[in-house]
């Protein structure tokens, strides 16, 4: 498939650019769009780069407000969440999911994201 590696080449490069705007001088991948996350997923490197991209945002956003996130997540859920959102909301960018469940947990909600008391945290 010859539009895979421009796809992957794309979304890379969306990586580096900042996003400016509704989210601030984002960068990484909360700055590429949600279709062209559900375009290119399925590729590990994808999928871990952004897992891990949103844990180090929950990471950063904890240590600044002193609040246990990513004690509490569950990678494989968080995945699946990120994708529903996208689905969702295929023009808006990453970090408007990581936004959406960060004030799930400022709200003090149940969110789909958060593990089962008990269970390992997967990283």
Do not use: N
Request: neutral net charge; aromatic residues 6%.
């Amino acid at each position: 498939m010859a539009t895979k590696p421009f796809l992957i080449a794309s979304l890379l490069a969306a990586l580096a650019v900042p996003l400016q705007g509704e989210a601030g001088g984002i960068r990484g991948s909360g700055a590429i769009r949600c279709a062209q996350y559900l375009e290119t997923r399925k590729d590990p490197c994808i999928r871990d780069k952004v897992i891990q991209w949103a844990l180090g945002y929950f990471s950063a956003y904890e240590q600044a407000h002193q609040v246990d996130l990513v004690g509490r997540i569950d990678t494989d859920a968080l995945e699946k969440r990120i994708v529903l959102h996208c689905e969702e909301h295929p023009k808006a960018h990453l970090i408007s999911a990581v936004f959406e469940l960060q004030r799930e947990f400022e709200a003090g909600q149940d969110s789909p994201a958060k593990k089962p008391e008990g269970k390992a945290r997967k990283l």
